[in-house]
């Protein structure tokens, strides 16, 4: 079965400061791979996605991510992180065949200005 | 942009009392999904859908019944609420199986 796993419940960054959000998953094969953002009182919104290709894919608003197929990660990065990025981050995970997807429990970030 | 709309918003309704949360998507999506979300455990897949009269079976379904009435309208069914229940709701469609989702807001459901 799948999985996904977040190790950081919650990340606390100062403004400006680089950013990396953990992604495990568990998976045999090459999984679809998904990054989505949730601001308070809102739904999940795509960030970005992995099909196959290019590991490192970029997003909206400068983030991106990289698989490694090696390690079953799949984390979020962003250079210059702002105030405005504070939500939380989940990763989601299916599959060729598969007909839903797996989602971690997210990880709440906080932008200090 | 897809567009998929919850209603209501709010629910607060009594335990063993009879709700059902709305969903409709604008973009003819043939999936569509009823998740919960609590804190500790990210978001469950409750029910899920693949076109008009499809249902699906998720991870959580104890105590949920859903029906795709159209392949705009999925609805959430509670027949006897229980306070477990009390959590965010979302709905969400995609065009196929395991491509991008498009969230609605939510709906916040408390069984007092």
């Known amino acids: 079965a799948q999985s996904v796993t977040q190790p950081d419940a919650r990340v606390t960054v100062s403004e400006g400061a680089s950013l990396q959000l953990r992604c495990k998953y568990s998976?045999?094969?090459?999984?679809?791979l998904f990054w989505y953002v949730q601001y308070p009182r809102q739904g999940l919104q795509l960030l970005l996605k992995?099909?196959?290709?290019?590991?490192v894919v970029q997003g909206v608003n400068g983030f991106e991510a990289e698989f490694i197929k090696s390690n079953s990660s799949f984390h979020l990065r962003k250079a210059s992180v702002h105030w405005s990025d504070s939500a939380v981050y989940f990763c989601?995970?299916?599959?060729?065949?598969?007909?839903?997807?797996?989602f971690g429990k997210g990880t709440s970030l906080t932008v200090i200005p | 942009e897809a567009a998929v709309t919850q209603s209501p918003r709010n629910k607060v309704t009594v335990t063993g009392g009879n709700v059902t949360l709305s969903c409709r998507q604008t973009?003819?999506?043939?999936?569509m999904y009823w998740y919960r979300q609590d804190t500790g455990h990210g978001l469950r897949l409750i029910h899920y859908?693949?076109?008009?009269?499809?249902?699906q079976i998720g991870d959580v379904p104890d105590g949920y019944k859903a029906t795709r009435t159209t392949q705009e309208d999925f609805f959430l069914l509670l027949e006897l609420a229980s306070p477990s229940q009390t959590s965010l709701y979302f709905c969400?469609?995609?065009?196929?199986?395991?491509?991008?989702?498009?969230f609605g807001k939510g709906t916040r459901l408390t069984v007092v």
């Open positions: 969400a469609s995609s065009e196929i199986a395991n491509t991008e989702v498009f």
């Open positions: 998976y045999s094969g090459t999984p679809y």
């Open positions: 992995y099909y196959s290709g290019d590991p």
């Open positions: 989601a995970v299916s599959a060729p065949g598969y007909q839903n997807f797996y």
């Open positions: 973009n003819s999506h043939n999936y």
């Open positions: 859908s693949y076109g008009a009269g499809n249902l």
